[in-house]
């Protein structure tokens, strides 16, 4: 049989892993926050090495160098034209997201396609602005925008949307006419759209492409900022270099003076890795993503087969979201965790009908994860 680096269990305890320290003591997979359990590409761990060979870690900023390799990669991957001059580095996607709250008056709300990753929910709350939460609905097999839905949600004081695309937990691609509509209704009403696309390098079918929102924005793009990052793609997430798209120079120039003296830096070592993924890191994806594509066939074919439970196909992002509201049983979370699989409970991202599952492992841990499932089924 092929073996895949990606076969390789790594043993991280002891590495002061979130995953890992949530069960340091008991037998629990954890299967929960979105970190994957491979080893990075060979050349980001060799770039850092070669960067240690300079003792000094001062501040740092965002070369010239990283911009052009950042503006090649968003032209020859997503086949989207920018300026270099539209990138602002942020320690982060969710600190970078936090501090475009302070971009609005204290009156202002913030619209969100619900369920969704927790911090897009948590954020309007944590710097008390309003939320307004507009469901997805589930047709023809996938998660998407009602717009008539979407468009009777925004009231006056809506002047910010926080689109996540791909969508965390539901993994679905958005389509370049969805993407349009939401942009062209959000302009008309002067919503600024923050287009979070952390995750938009995880396509899993061989037919479908990310679009960013940014492409199909046309003549109202200053309307429209992205927030990207390396951490998914190339499992970085402790690595936090990450930026935002801004064409606007008013707004860029605004937004930038806010952030500073409040968020960090972006870490010395954290620019080094970002610039060697997008240079040299795409070996590597390409083997992870068919590596994916195979654990998300096995985790398909096996959760089909588990009374109970049932899942939606992702078209993109490494998190599977399952349905347990057939379980006879009171929590699925505690069930499941009880069984030693440590899953993200649905309802932190909105809907407690489903659990959410990181299959971003080695094919042996994934078997055991889904194994330790049936067996709690099987003696329900
Ligand atoms: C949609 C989304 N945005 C942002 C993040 C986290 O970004 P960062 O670690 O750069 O703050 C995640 C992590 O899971 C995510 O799924």
């Known amino acids: 049989m092929n073996s ?22 008991k037998d629990v997979i954890p299967m929960w926050v979105a970190d994957m359990e491979f080893a990075t590409a060979p050349e980001i761990i060799a770039a850092l090495k070669d ?28 086949h989207w034209q920018i300026d270099p001059d539209w990138l602002v580095w942020l320690p982060g996607v969710v600190p970078g997201l936090s501090a475009l709250t302070w971009m609005l008056e204290p009156d202002d709300q913030i619209m969100v396609f619900t369920p969704v990753y927790h911090p897009l929910l948590l954020i309007p709350e944590k710097f008390n602005q309003s939320r307004v939460d507009v469901p997805l609905v589930y047709t023809n097999n996938r998660w998407g925008i009602d717009f ?20 965390n937990p539901m993994g679905t691609l958005f389509s370049a006419d969805e993407l349009q509509r939401v942009v062209e209704i959000c302009s008309a009403y002067n919503i600024v759209v923050i287009s979070d696309e952390i995750h938009c390098d ?29 951490s998914k793609t190339f499992n970085l997430a402790g690595a936090n270099c990450s930026f935002a798209v801004i064409p606007d120079a008013a707004y860029r120039k605004a937004y930038t003076e806010k952030c500073m003296y409040t968020l960090p830096v972006v870490p010395t070592l954290a620019y080094t890795a970002a610039e060697a993924a997008y240079q040299f890191g795409w070996h590597w994806h390409a083997e992870l ?13 096996e959760i089909d087969r588990l009374p109970g439970l ?7 992002t490494y998190l599977a979201w399952i349905n347990t ?31 959410r599952l990181n299959f971003a492992c080695s094919r042996v841990q994934l078997e055991e994860g889904i194994g330790r499932m049936r067996k709690a089924i099987e003696a329900l």
């Not at 960013?212 to 429209?224: E, F, I, L, P, R």
């Not at 049932?310 to 993109?316: K, V």
């Not at 509201?325 to 489903?354: C, I, R, T, W």
């Open 148 to 167: 008539d839905v979407f468009e009777k949600s925004i009231n006056k004081n809506c002047k910010m949307l926080f689109l996540c695309s791909p969508h």
């Open 310 to 316: 049932s899942m939606d196909n992702p078209d993109a």
């Open 289 to 301: 993503i068919e590596y994916l594509r195979g654990n998300l066939q096995t985790l398909r074919t």
């Open 202 to 230: 995880l396509v899993l079918h061989n037919t479908l492409t990310h679009t960013t929102t940014g492409t199909v924005a046309g003549d109202n793009q200053s309307n429209v900022v992205t927030l990207m990052s390396p």
């Open 4 to 25: 895949s680096p990606f076969d390789q269990p790594l043993d991280r305890q002891h590495t002061g892993s979130i995953k890992w320290e949530k069960y340091a003591d």
């Open 51 to 78: 960067r240690l060979n300079h003792p000094i870690l001062g501040y740092t900023c965002g070369t010239d160098s990283l911009a052009r390799t950042v503006t090649e990669y968003l032209q020859q991957t997503h």
């Open 325 to 355: 509201s057939e379980l006879p049983v009171a929590n699925a979370y505690e069930f499941f965790v009880h069984a030693g699989v440590g899953l993200s409970p649905g309802a932190q991202f909105g809907n407690a009908d489903y659990q």
